[in-house]
Protein backbone atom coordinates (compact mmCIF):
# COMPACT_ATOMS: atom_id res chain seq x y z
CA UNK A 1 0.00 0.00 0.00
CA UNK A 2 1.34 3.41 -1.40
CA UNK A 3 1.00 6.12 1.51
CA UNK A 4 0.65 9.47 -0.31
CA UNK A 5 2.63 12.02 1.15
CA UNK A 6 3.55 15.20 -0.53
CA UNK A 7 1.02 16.84 -3.71
CA UNK A 8 2.88 15.94 -6.27
CA UNK A 9 2.63 12.26 -6.05
CA UNK A 10 -1.50 13.15 -5.41
CA UNK A 11 -1.51 15.10 -8.49
CA UNK A 12 0.61 12.43 -11.10
CA UNK A 13 -2.20 9.63 -9.34
CA UNK A 14 -5.39 12.07 -9.86
CA UNK A 15 -4.33 13.64 -13.36
CA UNK A 16 -2.59 17.07 -12.79
CA UNK A 17 -3.85 20.49 -11.98
CA UNK A 18 -7.26 21.88 -12.01
CA UNK A 19 -9.72 23.50 -14.72
CA UNK A 20 -9.23 26.92 -14.75
CA UNK A 21 -12.72 27.49 -14.58
CA UNK A 22 -13.31 24.92 -11.15
CA UNK A 23 -10.36 27.83 -9.55
CA UNK A 24 -11.79 30.95 -10.82
CA UNK A 25 -15.64 30.12 -10.01
CA UNK A 26 -14.30 30.82 -5.95
CA UNK A 27 -15.42 34.02 -5.10
CA UNK A 28 -14.41 36.24 -1.58
CA UNK A 29 -17.95 37.41 -1.28
CA UNK A 30 -21.66 36.28 -1.16
CA UNK A 31 -22.74 37.09 -5.08
CA UNK A 32 -26.31 37.28 -6.04
CA UNK A 33 -26.44 33.80 -6.74
CA UNK A 34 -24.91 32.56 -3.18
CA UNK A 35 -27.58 34.94 -1.71
CA UNK A 36 -30.43 33.18 -3.54
CA UNK A 37 -28.98 29.56 -2.83
CA UNK A 38 -28.73 30.78 0.80
CA UNK A 39 -32.37 31.57 1.12
CA UNK A 40 -33.75 28.65 -0.14
CA UNK A 41 -31.37 26.75 2.04
CA UNK A 42 -32.49 25.03 4.85
CA UNK A 43 -29.94 22.66 5.78
CA UNK A 44 -26.05 22.96 6.04
CA UNK A 45 -23.25 20.87 7.33
CA UNK A 46 -20.58 23.05 10.21
CA UNK A 47 -17.46 21.64 9.74
CA UNK A 48 -14.94 22.91 12.63
CA UNK A 49 -11.53 21.79 14.53
CA UNK A 50 -10.40 22.16 17.99
CA UNK A 51 -7.00 23.36 18.93
CA UNK A 52 -5.48 19.73 19.08
CA UNK A 53 -6.55 18.86 15.08
CA UNK A 54 -9.29 17.19 15.78
CA UNK A 55 -12.24 18.03 13.52
CA UNK A 56 -16.16 17.74 14.16
CA UNK A 57 -18.85 17.97 11.18
CA UNK A 58 -22.51 19.02 12.32
CA UNK A 59 -25.91 19.09 10.99
CA UNK A 60 -27.35 22.55 11.25
CA UNK A 61 -30.87 23.45 10.22
CA UNK A 62 -34.13 25.43 10.20
CA UNK A 63 -36.31 27.40 7.94
CA UNK A 64 -35.07 28.35 4.95
CA UNK A 65 -33.47 31.26 4.41
CA UNK A 66 -31.92 30.66 8.39
CA UNK A 67 -28.48 31.20 7.42
CA UNK A 68 -28.84 34.81 7.88
CA UNK A 69 -26.73 37.29 4.88
CA UNK A 70 -26.27 40.19 6.76
CA UNK A 71 -23.54 41.98 4.33
CA UNK A 72 -21.43 40.44 1.19
CA UNK A 73 -19.16 39.29 3.16
CA UNK A 74 -20.76 37.71 6.45
CA UNK A 75 -23.41 35.89 7.52
CA UNK A 76 -24.88 34.18 10.53
CA UNK A 77 -26.09 31.15 11.89
CA UNK A 78 -29.16 30.73 14.97
CA UNK A 79 -27.75 28.31 17.84
CA UNK A 80 -31.13 26.58 18.37
CA UNK A 81 -31.56 25.09 21.64
CA UNK A 82 -29.73 21.10 21.18
CA UNK A 83 -27.89 18.59 23.31
CA UNK A 84 -25.21 21.21 25.44
CA UNK A 85 -22.34 19.24 24.08
CA UNK A 86 -21.44 22.51 22.26
CA UNK A 87 -18.84 20.61 20.34
CA UNK A 88 -18.92 23.10 16.98
CA UNK A 89 -19.10 25.98 19.45
CA UNK A 90 -16.22 25.15 22.14
CA UNK A 91 -13.72 24.41 18.85
CA UNK A 92 -14.90 27.69 17.80
CA UNK A 93 -13.43 29.53 20.64
CA UNK A 94 -10.18 28.07 19.82
CA UNK A 95 -9.95 28.15 16.44
CA UNK A 96 -12.48 30.18 14.62
CA UNK A 97 -11.41 28.65 10.97
CA UNK A 98 -14.98 26.90 9.89
CA UNK A 99 -16.38 25.05 6.89
CA UNK A 100 -20.17 25.31 5.46
CA UNK A 101 -21.69 23.03 2.85
CA UNK A 102 -25.27 24.20 2.28
CA UNK A 103 -27.67 22.04 0.88
CA UNK A 104 -31.33 22.77 -1.27
CA UNK A 105 -33.50 19.50 -1.52
CA UNK A 106 -33.81 18.33 -4.82
CA UNK A 107 -30.84 20.25 -5.99
CA UNK A 108 -27.63 18.62 -6.69
CA UNK A 109 -25.17 21.47 -6.84
CA UNK A 110 -24.26 22.93 -3.41
CA UNK A 111 -22.36 25.78 -1.48
CA UNK A 112 -19.04 25.71 -0.22
CA UNK A 113 -18.61 28.62 2.18
CA UNK A 114 -14.92 28.44 4.03
CA UNK A 115 -14.57 31.26 6.74
CA UNK A 116 -13.23 32.45 10.20
CA UNK A 117 -16.48 32.62 12.96
CA UNK A 118 -16.71 34.07 16.10
CA UNK A 119 -19.83 33.35 18.76
CA UNK A 120 -22.21 36.65 18.90
CA UNK A 121 -24.49 36.67 22.49
CA UNK A 122 -27.82 39.30 21.99
CA UNK A 123 -27.03 40.20 18.39
CA UNK A 124 -28.80 43.01 17.08
CA UNK A 125 -30.42 40.80 14.28
CA UNK A 126 -31.34 38.71 16.93
CA UNK A 127 -34.87 39.48 15.96
CA UNK A 128 -34.53 38.47 12.56
CA UNK A 129 -33.69 35.14 13.76
CA UNK A 130 -36.56 34.44 16.09
CA UNK A 131 -38.88 31.59 15.47
CA UNK A 132 -41.90 31.43 17.56
CA UNK A 133 -40.83 34.23 19.51
CA UNK A 134 -37.80 32.43 20.60
CA UNK A 135 -34.54 34.28 19.61
CA UNK A 136 -31.39 32.63 19.69
CA UNK A 137 -29.41 32.78 22.81
CA UNK A 138 -26.37 33.38 20.35
CA UNK A 139 -25.37 32.98 16.94
CA UNK A 140 -22.45 32.08 15.16
CA UNK A 141 -21.13 34.76 12.64
CA UNK A 142 -19.02 34.00 9.79
CA UNK A 143 -16.88 36.31 8.02
CA UNK A 144 -16.76 34.59 4.09
CA UNK A 145 -13.13 33.93 2.89
CA UNK A 146 -13.81 31.42 0.13
CA UNK A 147 -17.27 30.67 -1.45
CA UNK A 148 -17.89 28.87 -4.38
CA UNK A 149 -20.84 26.05 -5.74
CA UNK A 150 -19.97 22.66 -6.20
CA UNK A 151 -20.92 20.43 -8.82
CA UNK A 152 -23.33 17.92 -8.41
CA UNK A 153 -21.50 14.57 -9.28
CA UNK A 154 -21.50 13.31 -5.27
CA UNK A 155 -24.89 13.83 -5.72
CA UNK A 156 -25.81 11.91 -9.30
CA UNK A 157 -23.55 9.10 -7.89
CA UNK A 158 -25.19 9.06 -4.87
CA UNK A 159 -28.68 9.03 -6.20
CA UNK A 160 -29.87 11.27 -2.68
CA UNK A 161 -32.83 12.56 -3.69
CA UNK A 162 -34.23 9.82 -5.65
CA UNK A 163 -36.76 8.04 -3.43
CA UNK A 164 -36.63 4.99 -5.65
CA UNK A 165 -33.18 4.25 -4.32
CA UNK A 166 -33.41 5.33 -0.47
CA UNK A 167 -33.56 2.31 1.81
CA UNK A 168 -36.46 0.35 3.52
CA UNK A 169 -37.72 2.38 6.83
CA UNK A 170 -36.70 -0.80 8.67
CA UNK A 171 -33.28 -1.16 6.74
CA UNK A 172 -31.60 0.60 9.81
CA UNK A 173 -32.07 0.43 13.87
CA UNK A 174 -34.55 2.83 15.32
CA UNK A 175 -32.64 5.45 17.47
CA UNK A 176 -34.31 3.59 20.36
CA UNK A 177 -32.53 0.59 19.79
CA UNK A 178 -29.06 2.20 19.21
CA UNK A 179 -29.65 4.27 22.41
CA UNK A 180 -30.36 0.91 24.00
CA UNK A 181 -27.37 -1.13 22.75
CA UNK A 182 -24.67 1.99 23.19
CA UNK A 183 -25.61 4.04 26.19
CA UNK A 184 -27.80 1.31 28.58
CA UNK A 185 -31.51 1.86 27.95
CA UNK A 186 -33.85 0.03 29.06
CA UNK A 187 -35.72 -1.73 26.54
CA UNK A 188 -39.05 0.69 27.69
CA UNK A 189 -37.09 3.28 27.49
CA UNK A 190 -36.01 2.45 24.19
CA UNK A 191 -39.42 1.77 22.85
CA UNK A 192 -40.50 5.27 24.65
CA UNK A 193 -37.80 6.79 22.25
CA UNK A 194 -39.29 5.70 19.21
CA UNK A 195 -42.98 6.19 20.25
CA UNK A 196 -42.44 9.95 20.36
CA UNK A 197 -40.03 10.35 17.69
CA UNK A 198 -39.94 14.09 16.58
CA UNK A 199 -42.87 15.12 18.77
CA UNK A 200 -40.40 14.35 21.27
CA UNK A 201 -38.28 17.74 20.84
CA UNK A 202 -40.73 19.90 19.40
CA UNK A 203 -41.11 22.09 23.07
CA UNK A 204 -37.52 22.46 22.99
CA UNK A 205 -36.78 23.19 19.45
CA UNK A 206 -36.23 26.65 18.90
Known amino acids: MEVVTDEARLRTLVGGEPAE????????????????FLAESPFCVLATAGPDGRCDATPRGDEPGFALVLDER??????????????????????????????????????????????????????????????????????????????SKAFVRSRIWRPESWPAADALPSLGR????????????AVAVDERGCEAYRPNMF
Open 74 to 151: TLALPERPGNKRLDSLRNVLANPQVGLLFLVPGVTHTLRVNGSAQIVADPDYADRMTVYRKPPVVALQVTVQELYFHC
Open 21 to 36: RSVRKQLARIDEHARQ
Open 178 to 189: VLRDQVGLSDQE
